[in-house]
């Protein structure tokens, strides 16, 4: 006897119909396809299996694959439910009988349904493979196209960026903050706090009096710097009353002498930042004094061209 089937595919979860030789109550499992009897009692429930399935499907292929929704829909109808004569369709798919032949004479023209050569005319789906195998290749052409115009825009927006910046830095004014410290307590405050900063270089310019006033109330801070790898200059005039001080210090940091011509405390700290004091000692104390700091890599700089007016012998200090 020849009964009416559904088979369903148990991977890819599409519904056929198909006609089926075999034993009205049985069902098969054959190569993970599943076989049912079309009976009064399932026909109805498998009917809207069928029509929900669809109906998802069309959503998607119309969103994803460029179709609108009568092709998706006709489409979907062919290639879930087999070839069809153009009436019998309409009522499947839900396309309005009017709009069914212009429907799928533009399906044709993209390859996506052919005419099959039998009367009453009837129209079959191309594989979608097939079907949408340019379609995706320019899809993928497309957007790695679309990646590599993103990565080459990203690195054309960032040398603008830093084009940008370089030319800013050199016409705008930059607005760099000074301190004015005055006092004895705020002077060698203000000194520690930049010495405690420093990470690579010291470098100190003084008279032979501020020399033993600064290894006097700094000279453990110092030691500490050395200790964590930080290079220490000193600049002073060196005579009877300091020369075994600096002796001593010469073990840890580089003094040099230089005539001080002024009676000035010249602090630099990694070329950031700077102190500049006029100092007035007292007994080997410091008395009232009066300071500017700073932290400027640009102040650093300008304020080095200055001290060989300051101090003879003293020439330029870089680290570059």
């Not at 929704?69 to 109808?77: G, I, N, T, W």
């Not at 008279?207 to 200059?233: C, H, I, M, P, S």
Request: aromatic residues 10%; charged residues 25%; proline residues 3%.
């Amino acid at each position: 006897m020849v009964y009416d089937c559904w088979i369903l595919n148990l991977n890819s979860q599409s519904l056929q119909f198909v006609f089926w030789f075999h034993n009205y109550y049985n069902v098969l499992v054959l190569n993970e396809i599943l076989v049912l009897p079309l009976t009064r009692g399932n026909r109805m429930e498998l009917s809207e299996s069928v029509k929900l399935a669809g109906e998802e499907l069309f959503q998607k292929v119309s969103r994803y694959l460029g179709l609108s929704e009568y092709e998706a829909r006709v489409y979907v109808s062919l290639v879930m439910e087999g070839a069809s004569e153009a009436r019998r369709l309409s009522m499947r798919c839900g396309v309005p009988r009017t709009k069914v032949y212009a429907t799928l004479k533009k399906l044709m023209e993209r390859g996506l349904v052919f005419e099959l050569p039998v009367e009453p005319r009837k129209f079959a789906a191309t594989s979608p493979a097939e079907a949408f195998e340019q379609y995706l290749l320019h899809f993928k052409e497309r957007t790695s196209d679309r990646v590599v115009l993103l990565v080459e825009s990203d690195k054309v927006v960032s040398l603008l960026e830093e084009a940008y910046k370089k030319t800013q830095s050199t016409i705008e004014p930059q607005k760099e903050e000074v301190w004015i410290v005055q006092g004895k307590s705020e002077i060698p405050s203000k000194v520690r706090e930049m010495l405690s900063r420093a990470k690579k270089t010291v470098d100190v310019v003084t008279t032979e009096n501020g020399f033993v006033w600064f290894y006097k109330t700094f000279g453990k801070l110092l030691d500490k710097l050395v200790e964590n790898g930080a290079t220490v200059q000193i600049g002073t005039s060196i005579n009877s009353h300091n020369g075994r001080l600096a002796q001593e210090l010469r073990y840890i940091c580089e003094v040099k002498h230089v005539d001080v011509r002024s009676p000035l405390l010249y602090l630099c700290v990694d070329d950031q930042a700077l102190l500049l004091a006029k100092l007035k000692l007292n007994n080997g104390k410091l008395d009232s004094s009066l300071a500017f700091a700073c932290y400027s890599a640009t102040l650093c700089d300008l304020v080095s061209l200055l001290l060989p007016r300051l101090a003879k012998g003293v020439c330029r200090i870089s680290h570059d």
